[in-house]
């Protein structure tokens, strides 16, 4: 055996801080409904958590296209005017410029307008404002700018509501405006020419979620079509509007879900020589989507990514190049038709993705040790407030999210920068923000707007910029309104579950029939499963993130067995023998095998925890001063023993209550031991912490 430390700091099981919010089963309904729509009632009762109980309901929900649309000029008042002045300036061979955002949306956004217009002979230029000089948003410099370089038309996109001040700036100089952006609207508009903005038309309409990229591809569709120049343009937009979309976080509903359905069809055949190269850097393969039962008979399988493959995969590498680099590195990929060009700037995507990781992972561990370290009262602030200096504020968003998943509350991350006024530098902290469901981020930032020097956001999360010296304040006023919104109840991180499920009932035909529901996402959720009392029969920690990997296993009827990842969770582990499991399917492909796996997204001991105790079968993997052990309780005549084996193949056993253990490769030749001596007492509770005993 691998010798220990002569002592074990005292080890319990911690748990992630979480409250379940389960939906009330509708068992009767969900099996009659199943019988109607051919899914399983698993899925049937998920459909009916989304407020779908019809088979009307669901052939709209499964097939959008079958919906009629509203025409967006219907919907948005400005958007006949857009295109007049779109069309005007195109005519006169004026210049147009269009002022973009560093961030996926307002990236994807810039690409797709300065494709569409292009294409239909516009003289068309764009500037993306400096996220580490100026940040977010069309200021002074880029209109006289603009208007110095003989720009007659600005066309703001995924920003410009909240700026008033450049607005009016650019109809002083004489150029036109046209705002395009969904952010939430300030109490004064500016005063553009003319303005598309989804919150400015009624909560029903079916384009009320449009992102950034939503918003500039109904202006580009809607003006090729009254050009009549629409041929060849729809499917490259549209592969573009997904990518934008999806890495918005906007709700997959509405006209989201339409088009999101169909773009991802079209992204692993993409037309754009840059989105191939960005797949093909990424590694992401199309899976397959099987149409459901209700609406064909026949099985038709098809090639499409998943809003996760964007998500987490395409998504951060364009967002990671606007927090640490130049933005025009992504609108030249998504604009280009050389190949080796976007080849090349698509690794350099891929370069600056990896070192926005090491950057998220070296501020979060800060972040975590100062929260851990401070005397912050979580439950008497209702919000996290953590500014620390030396920090990129390009990347600090990401750890906010992070923040809110491990605390559970509201997380305003900042950092400390100096601003030039004249000849003077001011201390200022630049921060993001991020919520959880009872608490509106910008609400928050807007009660404490006689504080900050410049701030915007939504409901989910903000940037904001203050002087330093207003940062105890503050903290005060943010936490008034925290109290005001928040309950003690709500400083939890959520985890909503859809219905309950028997492992057994968790095959690759229920993970098939889950894509009946995709394109899956904010607002549409992949269902979420939970099964009590399942036992960890081995678990073990894998790659550098720390992930958990471990078997579950459910005793009953028909017992069954699954495995399972929980990421990012080695600080849980060794997770307790038995417990209730949240979680999502995902698809494993292993050496041409396929099998469906559980996404652990929340883990909370039994209702019977206090009389459950462990199965006497099983393994379970520890790793202890860097070595890796397994133990297990095993059956030894009428008693059961404690066995742990080394990576050599020697096994202790120890039976309980007993001093004296064996020692040895096989119970033949194994030679007795004093298990009361140091080394073998403290790994003897290692091994006992890590079986839950």
């Known amino acids: 055996m691998q010798e220990l430390p002569t002592s074990v700091p005292p080890h319990f099981h911690r748990l992630p801080n979480q409250r379940w919010q389960i939906y009330s089963p509708q068992t009767q309904q969900a099996e009659q409904f ?7 009632p698993l899925l049937a009762q998920v459909l009916i958590n989304r407020g779908i109980d019809s088979v009307k309901e669901v052939h709209g929900f499964i097939e959008p296209e079958s919906l009629v649309l509203p025409a967006p000029t219907d919907e ?6 857009s295109v007049k002045l779109l069309r005007e300036a195109i005519a006169r061979g004026q210049k147009i410029a269009i002022c973009g955002d560093y961030d996926a949306d307002g990236m994807t956004s810039t690409a797709l307008l300065l494709r569409a217009l292009r294409l239909l002979g516009a003289n068309v ?9 100026e940040g977010y948003g069309i200021n002074d410099r880029i ?16 920003n410009g509501i909240a700026a008033y001040g450049p607005v009016a700036r650019a109809r002083e100089l004489g150029v036109k405006v046209i705002i395009t952006d969904h952010h939430d609207l300030p109490p004064k508009l500016p005063p553009a020419d003319a303005i598309l903005n989804p919150k400015l038309i009624a909560e029903s309409s079916p384009y009320r979620g449009l992102a950034g990229v939503g918003v500039a591809y109904v202006l580009a569709i809607t ?8 041929g060849g343009l729809v499917n490259p937009l549209l592969e573009l509007f997904t990518l934008g979309t999806i890495a918005d976080l906007a709700p997959l509903t509405g006209v989201n879900r339409r088009w999101v359905k169909r773009g991802l069809r079209l992204l692993p055949h993409s037309q754009l020589a840059g989105i191939q190269a960005l797949i093909h850097v990424a590694g992401v393969e199309p899976g397959s989507a099987e ?10 399988t098809q090639n499409s990514l998943k809003p996760e493959d964007i998500g987490f995969r395409l998504g951060p590498r364009i967002n990671a190049v606007g927090r640490l680099a130049d933005p025009q590195i992504v609108i030249e990929l998504l604009t280009t038709d050389d190949r080796e060009l976007a080849l090349k700037n698509a690794m350099q995507c891929e370069q600056i993705n990896q070192r926005r990781q090491e950057l998220c992972q070296e501020i979060e561990q800060e972040a975590i040790a100062w929260c851990e370290n401070s005397a912050i009262d979580l439950q008497q602030e209702r919000v996290l407030v953590v500014v620390q200096p030396g920090w990129h504020h390009g990347v600090i968003g990401i750890v906010a999210s992070r923040l809110v998943e491990r605390y559970g509350v509201p997380v305003f991350i900042g950092t400390f920068e100096d601003e030039a006024v004249g000849a003077v530098a001011h201390k200022i902290v630049r921060g993001s923000a991020r919520g959880i469901p009872e608490f509106n981020v910008f609400d928050g930032l807007n009660f404490c707007a006689d504080l900050l020097t410049k701030f915007g956001g939504h409901k989910a999360a903000g940037g904001f910029s203050m002087p330093a010296d207003n940062l ?6 943010l936490s008034i309104f925290a109290n005001q919104c928040l309950q003690p109840e709500h400083l939890k991180p959520l985890v909503s579950v859809d219905v309950r499920a028997d492992l057994a009932e968790i095959n690759l035909d229920l993970y098939r029939q889950i894509d009946a529901l995709e394109p899956c996402g904010i607002e549409n959720k992949a269902p979420v499963f939970w099964t009590p009392n399942v036992c960890i029969t081995e678990q073990k920690i894998v790659g550098k993130g720390g992930h958990v990997k471990l078997t579950a296993t459910q005793d009953g009827k028909v017992s069954a067995s699954v495995k399972a990842i929980a990421w990012r969770w080695g600080e849980y582990f060794p997770l307790p023998r ?3 499991l949240a979680y999502r399917l995902r698809e494993n492909s292993f050496n041409g095998k396929t099998s469906v796996e559980l996404e652990l997204l929340g883990v909370r001991l039994p209702a019977n925890a206090a009389s459950s105790r462990p199965p006497i079968f099983g393994k379970v993997e520890f790793d202890y001063c860097d070595r890796t052990y397994s133990c297990s309780l095993s059956p030894a005549g009428s008693i059961e023993e404690l066995r742990i084996r080394n990576s050599q193949g020697q096994v202790l056993a120890v039976a309980p209550g007993q001093n004296i253990g064996l020692l040895g490769n096989s119970r033949k030749d194994a030679r007795e031991v004093d298990v009361s001596l140091p080394f073998f007492e403290n790994l003897i509770q290692t091994a006992k912490h890590a079986l839950g005993i």
């Open 125 to 133: 230029d764009y500037a993306i404002p400096s996220r580490m000089r």
């Open 223 to 230: 003006l090729a079509q009254d050009m009549k120049k629409v």
């Open 143 to 158: 209109v006289e700018e603009f208007h110095s370089e003989g720009v007659a038309l600005i066309l703001t996109v995924d």
């Open 472 to 477: 105890e304040q503050f903290c005060n006023q």
């Open 291 to 300: 149409s459901p039962s209700i609406l064909n008979s026949k099985t038709q």
């Open 76 to 81: 948005f008042p400005d958007l006949a005017a």
């Open 578 to 580: 038995r417990v209730d």
């Open 34 to 40: 199943a019988a109607e729509i051919g899914l399983s």
